[in-house]
């Protein structure tokens, strides 16, 4: 089996989680997406990075299932737990499971006490993808259109310490995501902001990317 057991016990409600995990011998990439989505050959990480508590309703990525302060524990008790109906979480998911999953995330990031937007805003962009490969492009853009806004809002608006945040790749998502809905000068806006940027310089793979997208903008007029 390339998916595993974990057991985690759940921040909001102390219920007993059993969440699974890909192994990472199984996780084999084949290609990617210019707004950073990974193909993979076989089982699908993607499809696996959301936590959920079956007893309480409580969502998160996993990189985040376990950073909730006291204050946003009570808020999810009082706006998730208090309407959520106990239900089996499936353990091997469908692209279908994981849409659900990761809008269950989505009110959670959204109901704590204080909203982390980079938090939001990365959850709308994996539903982006999840529509993709359940090749519905008007839900992908859909849920493009409202990852852009809410990264525009959070680099905007939020102050997010380097360590936890890397403005780069922020920057170039904005600017990718602007491009695939459709505004062009947007796009080159961001582009330019990253090249021009000091955070460009500590991650040259971004700032590839960005200048092979300004070049393509460049050929097609």
């Given at each position: ?6 057991t985690?016990?759940c ?9 699974p995990f890909?192994?990472?011998?199984a996780i ?7 707004d ?16 959920v508590?079956?007893?309480?309703g ?12 006291k ?5 999810l008790?009082?706006?998730v ?8 979480i ?18 959670t ?10 938090e ?5 962009l ?13 839900k992908?853009?859909?849920f ?32 990718e ?13 961001w ?16 700032l ?14």
């Open positions: 089996m390339d998916i595993y057991e974990k985690l016990e921040p909001v409600c102390g219920s007993i989680i059993k969440a890909v192994k990472s011998s084999y990439v084949e290609s990617r997406d210019t950073l989505c990974v193909y993979y050959k076989g089982v699908n990480p993607l499809l696996y990075d959301v936590i508590c079956g007893e309480c409580y969502a998160a990525l996993s990189k985040n299932f376990g950073k909730l302060t204050w946003d524990v009570e808020s008790k009082e706006k737990a208090s309407k959520w109906v106990k239900r089996e499936p353990f091997e998911r469908t692209v279908d499971d994981a849409i659900l999953l990761y809008k269950l995330a989505l009110i990031a959204t109901s704590k006490k204080k909203i982390n937007k980079y939001v805003a990365g959850i709308l994996r539903i982006s993808w999840l529509y993709r490969l359940s090749h519905d492009k008007e992908e853009l859909e493009q259109r409202l990852a852009l806004q809410t990264y525009k809002d959070a680099f905007e608006h939020e102050e997010g310490s380097a360590d936890e945040i890397d403005l780069a790749t922020v920057m170039y998502l904005i600017g995501l602007s491009r695939r809905v459709g505004d062009l000068d947007e796009a080159r806006k582009f330019s902001k990253l090249i021009s940027s000091k955070e460009a310089k500590n991650n040259p793979h971004i590839e990317l960005a200048r092979d997208q300004i070049q393509l903008m460049k050929d097609m007029g």
